[in-house]
């Protein structure tokens, strides 16, 4: 059963988080994110909905509440963030 976090939060300016974001996919990895999707809403490129696969809730718990990450979202200039914790119940393709 795959296990997903959803997060969402508004940054300062998207292009300082997407570098602070692309320079932390090492430690995203060995935390145990198996991949990812960014979105952000229609008419707010600051509000950003970030969509991952992690091999365990417990490790993604563990990973975004650590002292190391709350850091880092300080220096993206995440705003607020809210996370979700989801796991797969049914998937498909049409």
Do not use: C, T
């Amino acid at each position: 059963m795959s296990q997903y976090v959803l997060i969402i939060h508004e940054v300062e300016e998207y292009p300082a988080w997407k570098k602070i974001f692309d320079g932390a996919a090492a430690i995203r990895k060995e935390a145990g994110e198996l991949s990812y999707q960014v979105l952000s809403y229609q008419n707010n490129s600051n509000k950003i909905v970030h969509f991952s696969l992690w091999s365990s809730i417990d490790k993604a718990k563990s990973f975004f509440e650590s002292p190391r990450l709350v850091k880092i979202r300080e220096e993206a200039g995440v705003k607020a963030p809210e996370f979700i914790y989801l796991n797969e119940i049914e998937s498909g393709i049409l």
